[in-house]
Each structure stands twice: as C-alpha cells, then as structure tokens.
C-alpha cells in the first residue's frame, strides 16, 4: 500500500475534497469524462461495457432485478462486479449505483415497504421520516447501491396526477418540513455545512436525490409530464421551496422534471437549471436527467437525439439517464464537444459536480459493500418503524355513533365480525406502485402484514372472523348476524402517467361494495388509495366510521393498533379533499375553497 504522501492527491483521502476532484479532472480524456456522465441501466450492463465506454453510473428502473427472486446478496454480487470492473480503470474510479428506494428499498425482496409518501405527509412528523430515511439507507447500501432517487419533493396540486402518492403534500410550508429523508438518508450535516454542497456522513449513508426539478406536480389537469402554467412568483412560493430545504441538508443529486414550465422543457430550461439551481441557489452536486428525459425533448421521440443532447447538457444536465443507447449518447456528445457545440468547460463543470458527490460520499474510499449489513434488510426495527409510520399516517374522516357511543374503536372480543372488499387482504395493494415492480403489483409479492393478518393478530380468540374477498348475499343474509364489518376498498397499483386519472371513483366497485355491506352491518370504510377520491354521500350516510389508509406499505398491523384502540388517530389531510373532480384542481390557498374535507382535516 503506497503511503498517504507518495499517493497522487485524488488518491489521498485526507487531502481537501476540492483538491482531490480538480487533481483527477486534470488527468482525465474526453472519454473518460463522458463517461463519468453516462448512467446505464443494469439489464445493458456488463463488466466490458463499463470498461470499454468508462461508464460511471448505473442504475436498475423499477422491477429491473438481477433475475426473479433476486435476493440481497445476490444484488451485492451484481453491483460490487460492475464496482470491481470500473476500479480496474487506469484511474479507477468508482462508479455509483442508483435506485428508486421511495419508500424503503422496495424492488428488493424483503425489504422494509414504509407508506407512500403522501401517507407520510399524514403525520406531519418530522422526524419520523428522518428516521425512515436513516431506516432505508441501511437497506439500500446493504444490496449494494450507494444512491436513493428520493425524495420526490414534489407539490401535490391536482390528485388527477398519476404521481400524486409520491407527494407528501399540496402545501410548500408541509413539504419543507418533511424533507427530512434527505438527512436521514445522507446524515446530518455539521452546523458549518455550507448550504448546497454535498455532504455524506460516511460509509453507511447514501446518496439522496431531490425530485423532479421543478413545478411537476403543477401541470395542466395533474396531466404526466405536462405543462406547468404559472407565473415565477407562484412557482417559487408553490414548487420551489423544498429544494432550499433539501439544500439546506446538503443533497448531493437533483433530478430534472420530464415536465415543462410555461412551455419550456425542464431538461432545457437553462435559467431554471443552471442560473437559478446552480448560481443563485449555489446547488454544487449534480444534476441527473429522468428516464430517456433527452428522447422526450424531441417529436417524435428521439428524432434528433444529437440535438437534445446539446440543449439539455447545454442548459446544465451533468449526468444523463440514458439509460440503453449509451454508445449514441456518447458518440453524440464526444462529437458536439469535438464540434464546439457544447464548451470542455460545460463538460468539467459536469464532471467536477459528479467527481465531488463521488468524493463526498466516500466511494473512493468505500467503493464495495459492507456485507454485514445485509440483516438489516426488513429487521425488526425498521419493520416496527414501518409500523408507527402506519399508526400516524391513517386519517379518519368519519367516527358515528353506534349504540350511544363512538364506532371506533372497535371491539376486539366481539362475537363475529366481518372482513371483505379487494385490500382487506392483499399485500401488493396495500404498498402501491414502485413496489418489487415498477407499476406495483397484486398479491403475497414481499414479506409482510395485511390488513386482515393484523386483525387475526389483536382480536380475542373467541372472535369469528368471516373473511370473503366479495361479499356474498347469502352471508350477508345469515341469521347469525355480525358485531361489525370493516370493508376495503381503493386503488389498484400504478405509477407515472398510468396513474392519471381524471374520475377517481373507487375502482371495482368499491363503494358498492361498501354500501351493499353498510346496509346490512355496522361498517366501517377503509380506503387505500394514493390520493383523495370520490367519496359518494350515500358512502358517507351509510357507513360508521370512514378511515383514509393511502397506501401503507408491509406493515399492516399499523392499521389493526388504531382501530381497535391502542393507538388514537392523529393524522391528517396533506391535500384538499375534493366533492366532484369538477372542482379540480382544488386547493387551500384557491381564492374559492369548498372542499368535502379541508387540508389539515382529521378526527381523532
Ligand atoms: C422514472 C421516474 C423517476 C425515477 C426514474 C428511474 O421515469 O420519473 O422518478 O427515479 O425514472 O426509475
């Protein structure tokens, strides 16, 4: 092993961080360069391909596993190769591996599912979601990746968004007060952090990456990747304040928004990116594309992709995700630099951002797993987090009376009760998109706790539990009778545009469902759903008790501990809930403000 001194400055990891990015960019080509600013997708990943193209990141999107049922350590494997290939590099630099750990690590089986983030917004917990971030990271850097895409910081405008649960909130003051994921994922910073510098704590924390910059939860109707029509003032009080926040923390990564401001592309909004990002907010990470982001500058798709890339790098893209066609990415932008079309300045810029956050997060140090912590992964603690996460993001809209007291809590001696409706047992409903696949799943699809398992858990054993997924008439019909029925209800799993929806009414009849059991029992609703949605009156009358669940994650028992009394209510709305989707969008600060249940509602 050379001593410190002997070691060439980049090398040294006691030299200054600044000293040791401009040392390195001294002794890099073009090549290498481009590369550091080339992301690729895992299933076009091989140990040649790093090597040949000096690829400097990659990623896996939503349910791109190493090979079905992947577990941990085979995720390890994977990764610390890929590691092992880019540090066998003449100047061996390692690469960063990044993931959609959103809420937990969730393609990784096994791995903790925490509510979606608007669940989260419920709580109004600070520090909760601080600790869910320090949580996740564990479970992040124990499969191998050293980068969380979260958190999504974005404003959640018009539920008619199909990205709507990935918001903690409609309201900027709620937001900013949430993007404690950061800290919790990268560490505190020390008091002297200069604002907007990167900062990582060390071996077990990753890196955090604030998104989608900026306004994607303002556009048009909640449409995906659509226009956001609003003046600059309202984009900074409404869409702009959580980035400070997230500054603040030291993020080392920011992802640009697929959507537009005004009729500008985010990708290649040079005033947005760099001026005020980077020279006004004084932001000295880096900035990372979305998905094919480049491709969707240009009609039709990709046409004229040399383009996209000289005015996206151009306007202070500095890591592109690609994330396939890696070889046309960097001929492409290998010739606009030979050509002059984009500056060698521009590209050290780029790669001085990406070499720093390298630096920071102690990959030249680290750059393979610390495989101990692979127990980590779905433990008992971060399960019993998941868990009081659950408890406070539940929000209850309606508590009736029922014999002269409160339905809830409910009686968990009752004789006989009723469990039905499509969620009361079904895991992939409950975590929602971004869960093992990219659009989320049905089913038994990780380790966890439905609904209907967490009541079998608190209720007396002399309680008869009738499950049926549909309620049928003939048990609804029986002489026995039941003490009680919870039905639920919601939203079957999506995400990004998939998930727009401009009626949100409960899908496969859920409010059917809930008025043909509320009828007949004392009932109460539970909805899962990664927004509001239309709550139909005769769903109001006829039920007992309404709870708003969003989309919990594994751990179901959350749910059991406050409905039948161990824990009390303490959510509350983070959005507006409207009457009619006519209404929308429908928010606090509207000047017209008639909700069916204000933000900030919640019994308890
Ligand atoms: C997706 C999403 C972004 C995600 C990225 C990688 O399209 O827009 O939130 O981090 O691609 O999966």
């Given at each position: 092993?050379?001593?410190?001194?002997?070691?060439c400055?980049y090398k040294?990891?006691?030299?200054?961080?600044?000293?040791?990015?401009?040392?390195l960019?001294?002794r890099m080509t073009l090549a290498e360069k481009i590369g550091q600013?080339t992301?690729?997708?895992?299933?076009?990943t091989t140990h040649t391909v790093i090597t040949d193209s000096f690829i400097g990141s990659v990623?896996?999107?939503?349910?791109?596993?190493?090979?079905?049922?992947?577990?941990?350590?085979?995720?390890?494997?994977?990764?610390?190769g890929y590691q092992n290939a880019a540090l066998a590099l003449r100047l061996g630099i390692p690469l960063i591996?990044?993931?959609?750990?959103?809420?937990?690590?969730?393609?990784?089986?096994?791995?903790?599912?925490?509510?979606?983030?608007?669940?989260?917004?419920?709580?109004?917990?600070?520090?909760?979601?601080?600790?869910?971030?320090?949580?996740?990271?564990?479970?992040?850097?124990?499969?191998?990746?050293?980068?969380?895409?979260?958190?999504?910081?974005?404003?959640?405008?018009?539920?008619?968004?199909?990205?709507?649960?990935?918001?903690?909130?409609?309201?900027?003051?709620?937001?900013?007060?949430?993007?404690?994921?950061?800290?919790?994922?990268?560490?505190?910073?020390?008091?002297?952090?200069?604002?907007?510098?990167?900062?990582?704590?060390?071996?077990?924390?990753?890196?955090?990456?604030?998104?989608?910059?900026?306004?994607?939860?303002?556009?048009?109707?909640?449409?995906?990747?659509?226009?956001?029509?609003?003046?600059?003032?309202?984009?900074?009080?409404?869409?702009?304040?959580?980035?400070?926040?997230?500054?603040?923390?030291?993020?080392?990564?920011?992802?640009?928004?697929?959507?537009?401001?005004?009729?500008?592309?985010?990708?290649?909004?040079?005033?947005?990116?760099?001026?005020?990002?980077?020279?006004?907010?004084?932001?000295?990470?880096?900035?990372?594309?979305?998905?094919?982001?480049?491709?969707?500058?240009?009609?039709?798709?990709?046409?004229?992709?040399?383009?996209?890339?000289?005015?996206?790098?151009?306007?202070?893209?500095?890591?592109?995700?690609?994330?396939?066609?890696?070889?046309?990415?960097?001929?492409?932008?290998?010739?606009?630099?030979?050509?002059?079309?984009?500056?060698?300045?521009?590209?050290?810029?780029?790669v001085?951002?990406?070499l720093?956050?390298k630096?920071?997060?102690?990959l030249f140090?680290?750059p393979?797993?610390?495989?101990?912590?692979?127990?980590?992964?779905?433990?008992?603690?971060?399960?019993?987090?998941?868990?009081?996460?659950?408890?406070?993001?539940?929000?209850?809209?309606?508590?009736?009376?029922?014999?002269?007291?409160?339905?809830?809590?409910?009686?968990?001696?009752?004789?006989?009760?009723?469990?039905?409706?499509?969620?009361?047992?079904?895991?992939?409903?409950?975590?929602?998109?971004?869960?093992?696949?990219?659009?989320?799943?049905?089913?038994?699809?990780?380790?966890?706790?439905?609904?209907?398992?967490?009541?079998?858990?608190?209720?007396?054993?002399?309680?008869?539990?009738?499950?049926?997924?549909?309620?049928?008439?003939?048990?609804?019909?029986?002489?026995?009778?039941?003490?009680?029925?919870?039905?639920?209800?919601?939203?079957?799993?999506?995400?990004?545009?998939?998930?727009?929806?401009?009626?949100?009414?409960?899908?496969?009849?859920?409010?059917?469902?809930?008025?043909?059991?509320?009828?007949?029992?004392?009932?109460?609703?539970?909805?899962?759903?990664?927004?509001?949605?239309?709550?139909?009156?005769?769903?109001?009358?006829?039920?007992?008790?309404?709870?708003?669940?969003?989309?919990?994650?594994?751990?179901?028992?959350?749910?059991?501990?406050?409905?039948?009394?161990?824990?009390?209510?303490?959510?509350?709305?983070?959005?507006?809930?409207?009457?009619?989707?006519?209404?929308?969008?429908?928010?606090?600060?509207?000047?017209?403000?008639?909700?069916?249940?204000?933000?900030?509602?919640?019994?308890?």
């Amino acid at each position: 092993m050379e001593r410190k001194e002997e070691l060439c400055v980049y090398k040294n990891p006691d030299a200054p961080v600044e000293a040791r990015v401009q040392d390195l960019l001294s002794r890099m080509t073009l090549a290498e360069k481009i590369g550091q600013m080339t992301q690729i997708e895992r299933v076009v990943t091989t140990h040649t391909v790093i090597t040949d193209s000096f690829i400097g990141s990659v990623l896996n999107g939503g349910g791109s596993w190493p090979f079905e049922d992947a577990r941990p350590s085979d995720w390890v494997d994977m990764i610390d190769g890929y590691q092992n290939a880019a540090l066998a590099l003449r100047l061996g630099i390692p690469l960063i591996y990044g993931i959609d750990a959103v809420h937990g690590n969730n393609n990784v089986y096994g791995a903790t599912i925490f509510p979606h983030n608007v669940g989260l917004g419920a709580t109004r917990d600070a520090d909760l979601i601080r600790r869910i971030g320090a949580a996740t990271v564990l479970e992040v850097r124990a499969m191998g990746a050293h980068w969380a895409f979260a958190p999504c910081v974005a404003a959640l405008r018009d539920p008619r968004w199909g990205r709507s649960y990935e918001c903690y909130s409609e309201d900027a003051n709620i937001i900013c007060e949430l993007t404690t994921l950061v800290s919790g994922l990268q560490g505190e910073p020390p008091k002297e952090h200069p604002n907007g510098y990167p900062f990582l704590a060390g071996r077990n924390s990753a890196v955090a990456c604030a998104k989608h910059f900026v306004g994607d939860g303002g556009t048009e109707n909640g449409t995906n990747e659509g226009n956001t029509i609003v003046s600059f003032e309202k984009l900074e009080r409404v869409h702009l304040p959580p980035y400070l926040n997230c500054l603040a923390q030291g993020v080392s990564t920011v992802m640009a928004s697929y959507s537009s401001w005004n009729g500008s592309k985010l990708h290649s909004d040079y005033f947005l990116l760099t001026e005020l990002l980077k020279q006004k907010l004084g932001f000295k990470g880096f900035i990372i594309s979305d998905w094919e982001a480049l491709d969707r500058l240009s009609e039709p798709f990709g046409s004229n992709y040399r383009h996209c890339i000289k005015i996206s790098i151009n306007a202070g893209i500095d890591m592109v995700m690609v994330p396939f066609k890696y070889e046309r990415f960097i001929y492409d932008l290998t010739d606009l630099v030979q050509s002059g079309e984009v500056s060698m300045a521009r590209i050290d810029d780029a790669v001085e951002r990406i070499l720093r956050v390298k630096f920071v997060a102690g990959l030249f140090e680290h750059p393979l797993t610390d495989r101990s912590l692979l127990g980590t992964i779905g433990c008992k603690e971060h399960r019993e987090l998941g868990r009081e996460a659950v408890r406070k993001s539940l929000v209850l809209l309606k508590n009736g009376k029922h014999v002269d007291k409160p339905f809830l809590p409910l009686d968990r001696n009752a004789k006989r009760i009723l469990v039905t409706g499509t969620h009361a047992d079904d895991l992939g409903y409950q975590c929602g998109g971004w869960t093992k696949a990219w659009f989320g799943l049905s089913g038994r699809i990780t380790i966890g706790t439905t609904l209907l398992d967490a009541i079998k858990g608190i209720v007396g054993d002399q309680t008869e539990i009738i499950y049926e997924k549909n309620p049928s008439e003939e048990s609804l019909a029986s002489s026995e009778g039941f003490s009680y029925a919870i039905v639920a209800v919601g939203e079957s799993p999506y995400a990004e545009t998939l998930g727009d929806n401009s009626e949100l009414t409960i899908p496969f009849n859920g409010s059917d469902i809930v008025t043909t059991v509320a009828v007949r029992v004392p009932t109460l609703m539970i909805l899962f759903s990664g927004r509001p949605t239309v709550l139909e009156p005769t769903v109001l009358e006829k039920t007992e008790a309404v709870i708003s669940a969003w989309l919990p994650g594994s751990e179901g028992q959350g749910m059991a501990d406050v409905i039948f009394g161990d824990y009390d209510f303490e959510g509350k709305l983070p959005v507006s809930w409207f009457k009619r989707v006519e209404q929308l969008p429908l928010n606090a600060d509207a000047d017209l403000y008639d909700p069916l249940f204000p933000l900030g509602f919640g019994l308890n």
